[in-house]
């Protein structure tokens, strides 16, 4: 079955590509490899959620913002991949960070729904290695960011 026809049947629409909010480009491919920078919580252009989890953001909305950064993580494999997400060989490699209070343990809970979406959309291929680190502060005061490591044909 194609990417695009899962991503049909479950429903899910892929966002236009974020543009970089800085000095960086939102991709590199080196040789087979796609690089993903760290994607935030975008939607419409707008950030989705602010805040810190464990105060001001609860681990359903971590969750939600996680989940968003790998559909954004998604629109940007689609853009390096010429539009044809069929191209994905592997989702190698999820970096995730999460922006909690002091003592909050849960970060591996919270990546896990961007881990599971990339399951649902790409199956055995999205099954990747994965970090989930916690932080004091993220850019732009987001609970969550992700990167990714793409292999692409």
């Known amino acids: 079955m194609s990417i695009e026809k899962r991503l049909a049947d479950l429903g899910i629409e ?13 991709f590199v491919q080196s ?3 796609v690089s993903v920078s760290g994607q935030i919580p975008m939607k419409d252009g707008k950030l ?5 989890v464990g105060d001001t953001v609860s681990v359903d909305d971590a969750r939600a913002a996680a989940r968003l950064c790998a559909l954004n993580i ?9 539009g044809d997400l069929d191209r994905v060989v592997r989702i190698v490699k999820l970096g995730g960070f999460v922006n909690c209070v002091d003592g909050f ?3 591996p809970q919270v990546i896990n729904a961007a881990s ?3 399951v649902e959309v790409f ?11 916690g ?8 609970p969550v960011e992700i990167d990714a490591l793409i292999e692409i044909g």
């Open 105 to 107: 343990g849960s970060q």
């Open 14 to 26: 892929i966002p236009t590509p974020t543009a970089p909010v800085a000095n960086y480009v939102p």
């Open 135 to 142: 932080t004091n502060a993220l850019p732009l005061n987001v």
């Open 48 to 52: 989705a959620f602010e805040g810190k």
């Open 74 to 82: 998604i629109a940007q494999a689609k853009a390096a991949c010429d």
């Open 31 to 33: 040789g087979k490899l």
């Open 123 to 133: 199956g055995d291929k999205g099954k990747h290695s994965r970090s989930a680190v």
């Open 116 to 118: 599971d979406l990339m």
